[in-house]
């Protein structure tokens, strides 16, 4: 592996040299994501693969960049474990740099935290072909700024992660899934009161089900925890769907976990383009935030925080301002397959000082724009 990591090195150093760019990749599972303007060559993680240590009794493992994130899970699975956070995989060549790098997380995020609450530490190769560490292997490493959560979501922008430390997850005794008759008003407010109480709700999504007949709108919990929590949880919850005129019933554990993984890769009907001008949008808002008055049929996950929609490129405008108004962002996570009209940017607009933050963190790891690949929005 020192070979390798020898030979990256080289390839920034000629690069930097050179004035010429670098695309880290992985499996190029998420290629989609904040599209990159072309690059003179790729540096490829996947050979720097395999897991470096693993301590289940500590519930931390240390995994190089390129290793599978499926052989990981299912390493993690063998010991009753998890990434609580729960990584979409977008195909089955998503590796573990380009999790962290990408920053995404799934159902689980609302109530467990994201890809940065759960990296230790860090270890990368920058812009000028400096091998760097940062944080450890356990939370109290951690002094000064935590550069190590940075990474997380920087887009392959700051450098190479070359391994990472994470925090792992007993996975949950027990687990049920509610299925809810309820409109998305109701839905929302009853999520925001279970929110405040003392209940094991782990992940929700709302959607208006056009694949049935009628189309019915539905509302899907997952309880997680110890079992005596789980079980009392559930007549409590129904009880209270029931009295907003609203139906509620678990449904079978298989099907609810392979709908769960479904959400999390965005393989549910939802995510399938209902035309080639539709770009599919991801809208960031606070968990307490309203019903959107906008034409566009939601998506809803994270207790109301995350909020996907279809809608096309011409509409940016109107969902960044709906957006913003609630407190939140908008991001153009997947472009349409037939582009028509200019192009929006794919991240909501920074603020001045928070774009000069930035840029001068970038400075700071790749001085010669090695990496600047434009994928954060910023050139």
């Known amino acids: 592996m020192q070979a390798l990591l020898t030979t990256w090195t080289e390839q920034i150093h000629t690069a930097a040299r050179q004035g010429h760019t670098l695309r880290i ?10 599209p990159a303007t072309p690059s003179d060559a790729v540096l490829d993680t996947r050979a720097h693969s395999g897991i470096v240590s693993y301590e289940p009794s500590e519930l931390v493992v240390t995994v190089r960049c390129g290793t599978p994130l499926a052989e990981l899970e299912a390493v993690l699975a063998e010991q009753g474990q ?10 089955d060549t998503a590796t573990v740099g380009g999790m962290v790098a990408c920053g995404l997380a799934g159902p689980a995020r609302a109530v467990v935290g994201g890809v940065r609450d759960h990296v230790l530490g860090v270890q990368m190769l920058n812009g000028k072909g400096e091998w760097l560490t940062f944080g450890g292997q356990v939370m109290k490493n951690v002094a000064g700024y935590d550069v190590s959560r940075v990474l997380a979501g920087s887009m392959g922008t700051l450098g190479v992660i070359t391994e990472v430390s ?13 299925a809810c008759h309820l409109p998305q008003a109701d839905a929302l407010a009853l999520l925001h009161r279970w929110g405040a109480q003392p209940l094991p709700l782990n992940a929700s999504c709302w959607v208006n089900d056009t694949h049935t007949q009628p189309a ?16 009392a949880a559930v007549p409590r919850m129904c009880a209270d769907v029931a009295a907003l005129g609203g139906q509620a019933a678990a ?17 549910l009907p939802f995510f399938t383009p209902p035309a080639a001008d539709m770009a599919l949008w991801r809208l960031s808002l606070p968990q307490t935030a309203a019903v959107l008055d906008l034409s566009f049929a939601p998506f809803i996950e994270w207790h109301g925080a995350l909020r996907w929609l279809w809608a096309p490129l011409s509409a940016a405008p109107a969902l960044r301002a709906a957006a913003a108004q609630a407190g939140g962002h908008a991001t153009l996570f997947r472009p349409p397959t037939q582009a028509t009209g200019e192009m929006p940017a794919v991240f909501h607009p920074l603020p001045a000082v928070q774009q000069r933050i930035q ?3 970038q400075q700071q790891f790749d001085p010669h724009g090695v990496f600047n690949t434009g994928r954060t929005g910023l050139s």
């Open 251 to 267: 449904i079978d554990p298989s099907q609810a976990k392979a709908d769960w993984a479904a959400c999390r890769d965005q393989r």
């Open 216 to 231: 019915q709108d539905m509302l899907f919990v997952r309880l997680r925890g110890a079992v005596a929590a789980v079980h």
């Open 25 to 34: 990749q992985g499996g190029n599972s998420k290629h989609f994501y904040g």
């Open 82 to 91: 998890c990434l609580a956070f729960e990584p979409p995989h977008f195909g």
């Open 359 to 361: 840029r001068e963190l």
């Open 166 to 178: 994470l925090k792992v997850l007993p996975q949950a005794p027990a687990e049920v899934t509610l």
